[in-house]
């Protein structure tokens, strides 16, 4: 059984530019979320997708976006970059359950430096 | 929105139990009450989660007020191996999921 796992490792970006980030799912896992978790602080929610829909978003602008695919893969878009979006991005699978009582299972993340 | 609020940091000695306290005051009456831990250089690990009632698995306890403004995660037997940052984490139920975490507290173990 393969993990999450999570494209590039570290990645560094200028001011202004785009960036994408690449999760895939761990086998039998149909739900994909993404965090952004800033050096010192908790992960923060950015979405959620389930069945290649968004299923849920955390308070982040229309700049981060993603797609998942129908291999449940994921991707994180995010447009225009500022300085406050170097963070590490993780990105968590799971199988999708309404009550919300699902593990997650976490990706190693992916830094993102932007200069 | 559903806010967390955990202390900075912890202590305790190898061997001994260990309470560590999240404060949820603003849950709503069907989110999920999870617990995650990260060592350094690695993402999130679950550890328990539990809706009203009391919990164990062979990681933990998991211990919710019964307003369940509150809850607490136990481990009955620090190790070495179990310093590490500790998250509570709120998810909402249904669809529009919201997946809410706290600052967490580092968890340091004295030999």
Known sequence: ETGVTQSPTHLIKTRGQQVTLRCSSQSGHNTVSWYQQALGQGPQFIFQYYREEENGRGNFPPRFSGLQFPNYSSELNVNALELDDSALYLCASSLYNPLGNNEQFFGPGTRLTVL | ?111
């Open chain 2, 1 to 111: 929105d559903a806010k967390t609020t955990q202390p900075n940091s912890m202590e305790s000695n190898e061997e001994e139990p260990v309470h560590l306290p999240c404060n949820h005051s603003t849950i709503s009456g069907t989110d999920y009450i999870h617990w995650y831990r990260q060592l350094p250089s690695q993402g999130p690990e679950y550890v328990i989660h539990g809706l009203t009632s009391n919990v164990n698995n062979r990681m933990a306890s998991l211990a919710i007020a019964e307003d369940r403004k509150s809850s607490t995660l136990i481990l009955h037997r620090a190790t070495l191996r179990d310093a590490a940052v500790y998250y509570c984490l709120l998810i909402s139920s249904g669809s529009a999921r919201q997946l809410t975490f706290g600052s967490g507290t580092q968890l340091t173990v004295l030999p």
